[in-house]
């Protein structure tokens, strides 16, 4: 095969694979090197769920740039994409307060919604309860993908459709370094080499194979979440991305752009989910079964190992004891729990390095991947390549 490419991205997630196809779509050769047998970290742990509805600032416009580049793919491919909208459901007043303070905002810029009450909750989304449901803030235009699946597809598109593009699984990276005019990329201790005019290194969680000094002082943390998956359920009417009123305390775009998120108040039921990082979100996939979550717990990156392997049942019992009082089918008929992890940082949306003119670090993107990496990627790649 060939040695020599106009650019080797590092990684095969979300993040790296953007940014190999908006380089194949201004022409360029690309090599794009996954250390796993094929991607198994954030990119498929997640819940599918593309909601620029919850960005703030450049971040939102990412978002909506990916949502357009994710439906003209699929157009031509099937990656998975569905078009059911985005709805947070407001549960009390101060959640009803927040979703109209962020409608008013989203009307002066012009992006789609639609308050539901009540009756149009019920209506449809028959699953949740009324009990619950006070009023809700719909965004049509906003999709989900097949988390477990979309990367893979994603992944044969571009082997289809771009000839100058070179995909390798079970490549680790073990050594990347100017050489030259260009940049030499080293595999499995430098048994196989390869060069390239410039190299994007996406890295996921995984901070120990290339750079480790650098990213031990770079002040990533990496999150844990704690996500189940329930039997099939085909008669759960619960349609696109559904996010209830935990999430509209959390996401950026309610704390940016609602001025009354400061000043509300944590009602005493919250405090322990809080304390765990349980916001409840649900996502009905393709087989009909649910996705239910999640939580967050963090450790440094330089001691991302504390985080373990186990899965905390108490964790598990908050989530499913609050997600019992927003849904009325049986949240504790489960066939698998997981632990997904992403790495982000305190006070930046995404940890950028450029070593030199040719070697450029795109890492901890935190749990925006699967909403922002897809424009954010097309912004990167000019900057980078052009």
Request: glycine content about 6%.
């Amino acid at each position: 095969m060939n040695k020599h490419f106009d650019l080797i991205v590092v990684g095969g997630g979300i993040l790296g694979t953007f940014h190999a196809y908006h380089a194949l779509l201004l022409g360029k050769s690309v090599l794009q090197l996954e250390k796993d047998n094929f991607p198994v970290g954030a990119t498929v742990r997640n819940f599918g769920q593309v909601v620029p509805s919850g960005m703030e600032a450049e971040w939102f416009e990412y978002g909506v740039a990916g949502l357009e580049i994710y439906k003209s793919i699929q157009r031509e491919f099937d990656i998975s994409v569905q078009q059911n909208g985005s709805v947070y459901i407001a549960s009390d007043d101060d959640e009803c307060t927040l979703i109209h303070e962020l409608k008013a905002h989203y009307d002066t810029i012009g992006y789609t919604t639609e308050l539901l009450n009540q009756e149009a909750i019920l209506k449809k989304y028959p699953a949740i309860k009324s009990s619950y449901a006070r009023e809700a803030i719909f965004f049509p235009q906003e999709i989900s993908v097949a988390p477990d699946q979309m990367i893979h597809r994603l992944h044969q598109y571009m082997q289809t459709k771009f000839e100058k593009y070179t995909l390798k699984y079970n490549s680790p990276v073990t050594a990347c370094e100017s050489k030259g005019i260009g940049v030499e990329v080293g595999l499995k201790n430098n048994t196989e080499l390869f060069t390239a005019e410039k190299a994007i290194i996406c890295n996921g969680y995984e901070f120990k194979l290339l750079y480790p000094e650098l990213f031990s002082e770079s002040g990533i943390v990496v999150s844990k979440l704690q996500m189940m998956r329930s039997i099939p359920m085909p008669d759960v009417a619960l349609e696109g991305n559904i996010l209830t009123g935990l999430t509209t305390r959390r996401y950026e775009s309610f704390e940016h752009y609602c001025p009354s998120f400061k000043s509300i108040k944590t009602p005493e039921h919250y405090e322990e989910l809080k304390k765990w990082g349980i916001h409840i979100l649900f996502k009905k996939a393709a087989d009909n079964t649910i996705i239910i979550g999640d939580s967050h717990v963090y450790a440094d990156v330089n001691h991302f190992d504390d985080l373990g392997f186990d899965l905390s049942t108490h964790i598990n019992d908050l989530m499913l004891a609050e997600a019992a009082r927003i849904v009325d089918f049986d949240v504790r008929k489960l066939q698998s729990t997981w632990a997904g992890f992403y790495p982000q940082h305190a006070t930046k949306h995404i940890v950028t390095y450029d070593l030199d003119d040719r070697i450029h670090i795109r890492t901890a993107i935190g749990g925006k991947g699967m909403t922002a990496s897809a424009g954010y990627a097309a912004e990167s790649i000019k900057k980078i390549l052009c």
